[in-house]
């Protein structure tokens, strides 16, 4: 194994390997900045790029642009409030809320300090549990899924800023709207208004576009002010920036925890670096002992997030080297990739192949470094545009947004889509309801319906009670930390009546 990894470290060291490295995190970062594209679009449009190169220099070039394409989503999620990709929602939550602060290039530093450690965990993980992957996958059937998906769910209690009653209503409201569309089992469309654009459903990025982006720029105009609300307490110079960076190293605990989360959900096939996300930013809100500033500026409501999404990275790799099962959609595209070069997954893999599976071990460290560190360097020139009034910085976050709906459909119709959820955004910010969890609702939502269909078609209508005792240990773990923290409360109100 230490010869394997040697080899893979030469390959990678190679002067043209590591040039093409740089220009794939180069890639990644514009591709990230820009919502609606992600890493899915970006390895789609590279593939025909490798078909010259060698395996170990083509696998390496995917890996290291798709790894950038996460951190680079983040800076705009931080400074405009756009979530480049679906996996930086979470990040959103306190990232923008610090860059109205005045405190965006510290948000930057804990960024792409956290980015680079969950990266680099994912790496770890990768290379550790690949012989053990094999009976975590065989326990994980849809029953368990859908009780992972239940824990999502109920962040969505936790985030009604001071009105538990209008989080849930905002985030119902969400898992409504989930539902629109054909029913993923059955094929019966479903509130689609009789237009066939429905029929797949609302299409996300145009949802997060609106509610995020575009309603912030209708506020902008409104106020007529700019994205930094407290210029008094701007911090100016790179000091900011190592404050951000002190923040991550200072707080071991919820960085490695966040991105063990990353690495776990990656291990599972279907469930993305997005359902990640928005755990990670739940768990560090649970772990937190205080909570009331979740939503305006957390760290942790950074880091965490931040730390689990390039964390899955590694872990969505091991189903894919180890049996062939795509961990998501990008590492589906590159499955494809390895077909090309006529490598061949799985047990093999693991054999015949250990070299290769190293050279992409090296490549998504590699890639993680160098994209915290020019991704750093780019962003810090982008917070200047916090500081200029709305009606300048204003039509470039609408261009950006509305660019950003159509690349994601293709068609016009998610451009209306986004503009009318900018509308909504703007009121519901206006009368004190929360977007995070309609957004989360929205997510959860299709992906929850999905696998409790499956659970039910497969295993019968009680199948947590009897067949899947896994998935009930989920769901009462679920419960108990819906519960606990109103438990607490109660208690301690008691307590405290008692002592009067």
Known sequence: ???????????????????????????????GVVPGLGGTVLLAVLIPFIYPMDAHMALAFLLASNAAVVFGGSITAILFNVPGTAQNIATCF????????????????ISATASLIGGLFGVVVLTALIPLVRPILIYFGPAELFALTIFGLVIIAFLGEGSIVKGVIAGGFGLLLSFVGADPITGISRFNLDQTWLLDGLDFVAVVIGIFAISQVIELYVNKGSIVQDTGAVERGRSSVWEGVRDVLGR????????????????IPGVGGTVANILAYGQAMQMSKDRSDFGKGAVNGVLGPEASNNATDGGSLLPTLAFGIPGGEATAILLGAFILKGIDTGPSMLTENLDIVFVL??????????????????????????????EIIGPFILTVGVVGAFAAEGHFAAVWVALAFGVLGYFMKKYGFPKAPLVIGLVLGIITERYLQISLRTYGDAFFLFDRPLALVLMIVALGVLVFPFATKLLGSRQAGAAK
């Not at 071991?252 to 291990?267: E, H, K, V």
């Open 252 to 267: 071991p605990f919820i960085t490695l925890r966040s991105s063990a989360l990353g690495a776990f959900i990656g291990i």
């Open 361 to 390: 071990v090296w490549a998504i460290a590699i890639a993680n470094v160098i994209a915290s560190l020019v991704g750093l360097q780019f962003a810090l020139r982008m917070v200047r545009f916090t500081f200029l009034r709305g």
């Open 1 to 31: 194994m230490l010869e394997a990894s040697l080899a893979g470290l030469t390959s990678i060291l190679d002067p043209g390997t590591l040039l093409v490295i740089l220009f794939g995190v180069m890639i990644g970062l514009m591709f």
């Open 94 to 109: 306190d990232g923008y809320p610090m860059t109205q602060k005045g405190q965006s290039a510290r948000a930057l530093g």
